[in-house]
């Protein structure tokens, strides 16, 4: 097993392939009663969050209490960050406390690259500026499985913001290995060069067996690509990080890559819809979209304790 997920190409298929399974199996205990396992009892999992988030911080907190470890959250507000401490020393005095794992959100891409340098516990990426986000690439993977019964071959559409986006990048790099085929979609504006490069064909080495250039592309033209498709991810309008104006309107966004009702029925019958959250509702999304049957939202989130009990518990030494 790896020591440190601080990035999707950090997993093979095989190791995906556990990580996912062994997810199923964390799902099981959400069904019972008592959901704790004593697996990582006398363990530290340190959550180190220098940026904003609701899910992905709340998720890992619940993962590493169902799986009994003790659990230090700390966020840069309010701590000795805002009296200058740099990362490094941030990292060594969490060393000091003794933490086995830690898992890290921040604005810099790379990191927890950087941090995996300086601890001697796991690094788990939690989302690293506009770089990755690995364990949010492995419950998307863990809910297209649950509600399709495959990814292998699957075509997945991801639409909008890829440029800011760490979720493209990670899914990208995680649904690839695992067989599916995807495209990005957005305006040109906020498709990436090096992406469009990365997976034109021939130039990309393949991972994990198939060829990658049958596996990737990119459009322009949301319309067009709805009908093929067996899941549509929407990314949200990262205006937060962005510095230029990269579209002429929200409205005129909405109007050529929003997912509305009329789309959505472009869509074949067992499509689903995902986004990782938060949403800009009206914005990618319509709230009609996001609140129907189709929609795996809610759902996404349930999964991402599983994928994250899962993550923690292999990276700590746990057995499949
Ligand atoms: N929550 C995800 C992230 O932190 C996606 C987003 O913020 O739009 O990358
Ligand atoms: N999907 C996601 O990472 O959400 P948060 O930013 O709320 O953690």
């Given at each position: 097993m790896i020591k440190h997920l601080r990035s999707a190409a950090d997993l093979d298929a095989g190791t995906a392939t556990l990580i996912l399974d062994t997810a199923a199996e964390m799902a099981a205990l959400a069904g019972r009663e008592v959901k704790k396992l004593p697996t990582l009892r006398g363990r530290t999992v340190v959550n180190l969050f220098y940026e904003d988030s609701t899910r992905t911080r709340i998720s890992f907190e619940a993962a590493a209490k169902r799986l009994s470890a003790d659990v230090i959250n700390f966020s840069a507000k309010g701590s000795s960050v805002s009296k200058g401490e740099s990362l490094k020393d941030t990292a060594l005095t969490l060393q000091a406390m003794g933490a086995d794992a830690v898992v890290i959100r921040h604005p810099a891409s790379?990191?927890?690259?950087?941090?995996?340098?300086?601890?001697?516990?796991s690094v788990v990426n939690a989302g690293d500026g506009t770089h990755?986000?690995?364990?949010?690439?492995?419950?998307?993977?863990?809910?297209?499985?649950?509600?399709?019964?495959?990814?292998?071959?699957?075509n997945v559409a991801i639409v909008g913001d890829v440029l800011h986006s760490r979720v493209a990048r990670s899914n990208v790099l995680l649904l690839t290995t695992l067989g599916a085929k995807v495209t990005l979609v957005g305006p040109p504006t906020l498709i990436p060069v090096?992406?469009?490069?990365?997976?034109?064909?021939?130039?990309?080495?393949?991972?994990?067996?198939?060829?990658?250039?049958?596996?990737?592309?990119?459009?322009?033209?949301?319309?067009?690509?709805?009908?093929?498709?067996?899941?549509?991810?929407?990314l949200r309008v990262q205006t937060e990080r962005m510095q230029d104006s990269y579209f002429p309107s929200a409205r005129e966004y909405s109007?050529?890559?929003?997912?509305?009702?009329?789309?959505?029925?472009?869509?074949?019958?067992h499509a689903i819809v995902m986004h990782p959250g938060p949403m800009n509702r009206g914005m990618e999304i319509a709230p009609e979209v996001?609140?129907?049957?189709?929609?795996?939202?809610?759902?996404?989130?349930?999964?991402?304790?599983?994928?994250?009990?899962?993550?923690?518990?292999?990276?700590?030494?746990?057995?499949?």
């Amino acid at each position: 097993m790896i020591k440190h997920l601080r990035s999707a190409a950090d997993l093979d298929a095989g190791t995906a392939t556990l990580i996912l399974d062994t997810a199923a199996e964390m799902a099981a205990l959400a069904g019972r009663e008592v959901k704790k396992l004593p697996t990582l009892r006398g363990r530290t999992v340190v959550n180190l969050f220098y940026e904003d988030s609701t899910r992905t911080r709340i998720s890992f907190e619940a993962a590493a209490k169902r799986l009994s470890a003790d659990v230090i959250n700390f966020s840069a507000k309010g701590s000795s960050v805002s009296k200058g401490e740099s990362l490094k020393d941030t990292a060594l005095t969490l060393q000091a406390m003794g933490a086995d794992a830690v898992v890290i959100r921040h604005p810099a891409s790379g990191a927890p690259h950087r941090l995996a340098s300086w601890v001697d516990g796991s690094v788990v990426n939690a989302g690293d500026g506009t770089h990755e986000h690995p364990t949010q690439a492995l419950l998307d993977a863990y809910t297209m499985r649950s509600r399709l019964g495959r990814i292998d071959g699957l075509n997945v559409a991801i639409v909008g913001d890829v440029l800011h986006s760490r979720v493209a990048r990670s899914n990208v790099l995680l649904l690839t290995t695992l067989g599916a085929k995807v495209t990005l979609v957005g305006p040109p504006t906020l498709i990436p060069v090096d992406i469009a490069a990365a997976l034109s064909p021939g130039t990309e080495p393949s991972r994990g067996g198939k060829p990658k250039e049958n596996r990737t592309g990119v459009s322009y033209d949301l319309d067009s690509v709805l009908a093929g498709t067996d899941v549509v991810m929407m990314l949200r309008v990262q205006t937060e990080r962005m510095q230029d104006s990269y579209f002429p309107s929200a409205r005129e966004y909405s109007r050529r890559y929003g997912l509305d009702v009329p789309r959505m029925r472009k869509l074949p019958e067992h499509a689903i819809v995902m986004h990782p959250g938060p949403m800009n509702r009206g914005m990618e999304i319509a709230p009609e979209v996001a609140d129907s049957s189709r929609s795996t939202i809610v759902e996404q989130v349930a999964n991402g304790v599983s994928a994250r009990m899962a993550v923690l518990y292999l990276l700590l030494g746990g057995k499949a």
